[in-house]
């Protein structure tokens, strides 16, 4: 039987519930990892208007040269308020030489996108490589997403967005804060 938690230590000497030493390719990304959440605006031509939205992103690691990536998000009401669940991601982040960085994200809507880009220490910046549909999926050609580290501690997020007929364009900005 599978035990979830053995109690076996890692080569490393490190047990399961010890978070190991990070990978040297990690550097660039160091200061990202961790349990981020706030709020961002977004929009797009063919939704109906723009909307508030609470987003969390959760970055961690396993002492090898990727990250685990989780974002979800919902929708707010005016008085920030959750109404209801809306973008769920999860992935991995995969850490090269020289900062460039591989990253498979997907979505239970049946989008799979691989993306590629850089890490500059307070930056990662991704494109879209590569995308898969499963058939009842939107179509979704490209996207952009861009997490920045300010001076102030806060983590910026953009995504830009092409799908549905319309060009790469603005659709969704957050504003996080470190949780953990």
Same mark, same amino acid.
């Given at each position: 039987?599978?035990?979830?938690?053995?109690?076996?230590?890692?080569?490393?000497?490190?047990?399961?519930?010890?978070?190991?030493?990070?990978?040297?390719?990690?550097?660039?990304?160091?200061?990202?990892?961790?349990?981020?959440?706030?709020?961002?605006?977004?929009?797009?031509?063919?939704?109906?208007?723009?909307?508030?939205?609470?987003?969390?992103?959760?970055?961690?690691?396993?002492?090898?040269?990727?990250?685990?990536?989780?974002?979800?998000?919902?929708? !707010?009401?005016? %008085?920030?308020?959750? /109404?209801? +669940?809306? #973008?769920? =991601?999860?992935?991995?982040? $995969?850490?090269?030489?020289?900062?460039?960085?591989?990253?498979?994200?997907?979505?239970?809507?049946?989008?799979?996108?691989?993306?590629?880009?850089?890490?500059?220490?307070?930056?990662?910046? !991704?494109?879209? %490589?590569?995308?898969? /549909?499963? +058939?009842? #999926?939107? =179509?979704?050609?490209?996207? $952009?997403?861009?997490?920045?580290?300010?001076?102030?501690?806060?983590?910026?997020?953009?995504?830009?967005?092409?799908?549905?007929?319309?060009?790469?364009?603005?659709?969704?900005?957050?504003? !996080?804060?470190?949780?953990?």
């Amino acid at each position: 039987m599978y035990d979830p938690a053995p109690t076996h230590p890692y080569p490393d000497g490190t047990s399961p519930d010890q978070a190991p030493a990070p990978h040297p390719l990690l550097a660039p990304v160091l200061g990202l990892l961790g349990t981020w959440r706030g709020r961002g605006q977004g929009g797009y031509p063919t939704l109906d208007g723009d909307f508030t939205y609470g987003q969390e992103v959760v970055l961690s690691h396993d002492g090898r040269p990727f990250l685990r990536f989780e974002a979800r998000a919902w929708l !707010l009401d005016a %008085d920030g308020a959750p /109404l209801r +669940p809306s #973008a769920r =991601e999860s992935g991995w982040w $995969r850490l090269q030489p020289e900062g460039r960085v591989e990253a498979l994200i997907t979505q239970p809507t049946g989008i799979a996108e691989i993306a590629v880009g850089t890490a500059d220490g307070n930056t990662v910046d !991704l494109s879209t %490589d590569q995308v898969a /549909l499963t +058939p009842t #999926a939107k =179509e979704v050609k490209a996207t $952009r997403r861009r997490y920045a580290l300010t001076d102030d501690g806060t983590l910026t997020f953009t995504h830009d967005l092409e799908a549905v007929g319309m060009p790469l364009q603005h659709h969704l900005s957050a504003r !996080l804060r470190r949780e953990a």
